[in-house]
């Protein structure tokens, strides 16, 4: 069937298989292999993707399912060799990564977090921590990443004076 | 969910002054040149990673590329009568299939560890070595997943979708999955030349004198432990993309290796018989081992010879499910352990008799983890008149058991810090008093430990007693009673441990079966720039090596960090090396790193004498220059060092002209951290879950280069170890199905798993590198399993239960709780 999806920003016309999986066209399809595959049954995280601003895993999705919609990937989050958003900032001053496989579905699953509380409270501790439920990472014992997020919490907090819209955590809205 | 506290980062600062011990061997202090190593530098990797966009095996897309799929087999024994592959042929987009019979010149993949000093049996092997699995199976199936056969495509879909058009007859056979059970008279055979599915009988340690301590013993103490087999779980599966040159004749394999240099060695001249120097291996970005990915497997080879069979790149990317049916397992012992001792607390006598599970086939290294690694370190942290240990390395029809972040001496502290806890409620002492009276005393260094290994540096009293007052040891019986009157029971446990890392020292190496060499290598380019390029043979796996390695050179330099560039995991770029496992890469690849930059000086203080006009020993290398001594006016940069060596003129001849120097480093021993770490739990009385609400662990690891990688290695290595404790574990049913075989039935820790830790250090620096640098990726894996498993015992003890086996499952907990045996 003939699609069109909004891609970070632009719009990407094709024809897909009715079993063709979101994950699939992403990174097979349009080459954008920023999003990674872990796992065969939506456990991991690894695929994390937004799609019309809501963190969705991109293997759990058909793509058809997502005709018409935006979506954003890590490469919509900033611009290759680009300065780091917020989030990311803040992850690599923790060090909230190391092999770096669950980490583009940590920002983007993060990102909506970062952003939701942007103005107004920042998560706490345990909330960080359900939000990273759907997230496995083999590598970090998920510390720094925790610590991360409360770092890129205040710093949003700190620069976004409260009530103002977006936060620049993941560089752009969705 | 609790949050003990946050303050591990500024903990472990703080300790490098307050907690730093003496060096006790002939380690020279590391000359910390211009004070970059040692420092928390942000990992330079990550940016690219926050980014995605780092190249992992997945993402690599030559062009005209195939894909392959591979037929793993449905049941876990069976002859295979016939395949019959046609209907698979006339699918769309299918390309080839192939089964053992195309493959037929083939060697099937090599074992190169062998448990040293004893009589092992393997299947055999055409060029003499002990042999393992073909690259796919043609008679016989021996797990479920044992390739069978593969599908080339032109999508990776048309691949998948052609499995299951393939038809394979099988003719059952009995099955068995367990070590002790394989032993059995009339156990279902394995392999014709392996007699009663016995690998090997290994044995460290004083056997005699063992068994009379415990014959003469005031106490002995006695547990059968199960060291449930894990899956290691890298969040990237393997992959591999083989890309055969027909113009040139040159083969070229990306893989999510650990080791590209050894992979070449052993594919190239072990198993497909093509020339060393016509195979490039290629490590891109891997996305976490932990001791899976320096095994060799079978579609490493496969992708290779499709490529040149089809004349175009063949890739293959494993799923999850693929990748727990075929990547190699971890842990897998049955034990039968005692203790003996004094009733005031003095340890005599330990001995351990362990069934390990080697799987299907022999791992690429799987039989030495099973013996060595575990068996020789099975006193841990303590000074024991007499140790003995027996492994039966037995094979099942289960996938090949190899390395798990922290192998065999994981297993190693269990068993003994379980004993030890067994011993103290045996005769009524405080589990750390005991401990405390049992540990090596630092004027013992070097310690043998009479099972084979010898201690190289250590103070453990420093670090045992920096574990209890930083957990707060003294204040857990008001805790309990805090934790009762809120309906929890609170128990707490300790575990010490000693690892060894720093694999190693070749020949001794040789002497425990090892068919390679392990020593480590570094090439340092000066470029006529002043920049600097490091290439080391080892290969990271998300340890930030480019960041770390850079700190290495600068330091010994005097330059900037920034100046320096690392490159590895490409064989035709980088230098040998055996690459990353472990523990080893700081310890082993970045002394070669410092060990050429000293070259590179002293290379660079000969020239300065010819380019300042004066005596060599006037000459001074200092803060990335030199100077005359007494003139430091008469001076030349690093940089116009860098350029007057580049342009070479007026060097004498005995001074080579430009600066690039190798050191292949190979240490005179092994470097051997340890550390304590203690557990704090509370069990939910109605519902038997178990939350770890404290965690403290104060590890040695010698001089760190960088903290924050290190911090992050130990933080993710403790969650590693809880999540053996508390929920992983590779099921098999009776049919040889592994039964949790995805990440819905195979349970990893998530984040709201285990709280923050309470971190410290220790240092003891290790004599056998001039680094003074011990082992550190890993080694926090080694006590969690067993300070968490103590400390559900500690809460349990008063319902009378002496032990719990792993993983502690809510149900397990609850059964207990109920007065059920286990
Ligand atoms: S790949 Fe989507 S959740 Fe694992
Ligand atoms: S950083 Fe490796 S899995 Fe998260």
Known sequence: MDLTLNVNGRPEKFTAQPNELLVERLREGLGLTGTKVGCDTGQCGSCVVRLDGRSVKS????????????????????????ELTGLQEALRQEHGTQCG?????????????????????????????????????????????????????????????????????????V | MTTVTGETTETVEAADTAQTTEATGTAEAAPYGNGVLGQPLDSREDPQLLRGEATYVADINLPGTAHMAILGSPVAHAKILSIDTKAAEQLPGVLKVATAADFTDVMP????????????????????????????????????????????????????????????????????????????????????????????????????????????????????????????????PRGAVGDYNAATGE??????????????????????????????????????????????YPDMALVLLLSKALGRPVKWVDTRTGLMNSTVQGRDHRQHVVLAGTRDGRITAVRATSYANLGAYPSTIGPGVATALMGRSISGMYDIDAAFCEVYAAFTNTVSLGAQRGSGRAEAAFLMERLVDRYACEIGMDPAAVRRKNLVPKEKFPYDNGLGWTYDSGNYQLNFDRAMELSDYAGMPARKAEARARGKRLGVGIASYVAICGVGPSTRMSKEGMLGGTWESANIRVHPTGEVTVTVGSASTGQSHGTVFAQVAADELGIDPAQVQVYEGDTLKAPYGQGTYGSRSYSMAAPAVALTARKLKAKLVKAGAVFLGVPEDKVV????????????????????????MWYGWGL????????????????????????THVAVVEIDELTGETEVVAYTAVDDAGNIGNPKVVLGQIEGSIMHGLGQA??????????????????????????????????????????????????????????????????????LSDLGVRHIDMPVTPEKVWRRLRGEAQ
Request: hydrophobic share 40%.
């Open chain 2, 109 to 236: 993949l090599p074992c190169i560890w062998i448990p040293g000093g004893v009589e092992s049996h393997f299947p055999p092997h055409p060029y003499g070595l002990p042999g393992a699995r073909p690259v796919l199976t043609g008679d016989t199936v021996r797990h479920v997943g044992d390739p069978i056969a593969v599908v080339v495509a032109e999508t990776p879909r048309q691949a998948a979708a052609a499995l299951s058009a393939i038809e394979v007859a099988y003719e059952p056979l009995p099955v068995v999955t367990l070590a002790d059970e394989a032993l059995k008279e009339g156990a279902p055979q394995l392999h014709e030349a392996v007699p009663g599915n016995l690998n090997a009988y290994w044995t460290c340690g004083d056997k005699d004198r063992t068994d009379a301590a415990i014959a003469v013993a005031e106490v002995t103490v006695e547990l059968d432990l199960v060291n449930q087999r894990t899956i290691n779980s890298p969040i990237e």
């Open chain 1, 101 to 173: 496989f669950c980490t583009p579905g940590m920002v983007m699953s993060l990102g909506e977090l970062v952003d939701s509380t942007a103005d107004g409270d920042a998560p706490t501790e345990p909330e960080i921590r359900e939000w990273l439920t759907g997230n496995l990472c083999r590598c970090t014992g998920y510390h720094s990443v925790v610590r991360g997020v409360q770092r890129a919490c205040e710093a949003s907090r700190a620069e976004v004076p409260a009530g103002s819209p977006a936060s620049t955590a993941v560089g752009q809205e």
């Open chain 2, 621 to 644: 290398y200092e803060g990335g220059k030199v100077y005359e001594d007494g003139n430091p006016e008469n001076t030349k940069t690093f940089a116009e060092l860098a350029m007057a």
């Open chain 2, 726 to 795: 508390l929920m992983e574990h590779a099921v098999y049913d009776e049919n040889g199905l592994l039964v949790s075989s995805d990440l819905t039935r195979y349970a990893l820790p998530r984040a709201f798993d285990a709280p923050f830790f309470t971190l410290d250090k220790t240092t003891t620096p290790s004599p056998h590198n001039p680094l003074g640098a011990k082992g550190a990726g890993e080694i926090a894996t080694v006590p969690p399993a067993a300070a968490v498993v103590n400390a559900v015992v500690d809460a």
């Open chain 2, 652 to 675: 004498p001849p005995e001074i080579e002209p430009a600066l690039d120097e190798t050191t292949h480093f190979d240490p005179p021993d092994f470097n051997y951290p340890f550390g």
């Open chain 2, 251 to 296: 083969y070229t394999l990306y893989a999510s290796t650990q080791g590209p240099h050894n992979h070449r060695f052993l594919l190239s001249a072990l198993v497909l018989g093509i020339p060393f120097n016509k195979l490039r291996v290629v490590a891109p970005t891997v996305g976490g081992s932990f001791g899976t990915k320096g095994y060799l």
């Open chain 1, 59 to 82: 293997c759990l999705v058909l793509t058809a399912a997502a005709a018409g919609s935006e979506v954003t990937t890590i490469e919509g989050v900033t611009t290759t060799g680009g």
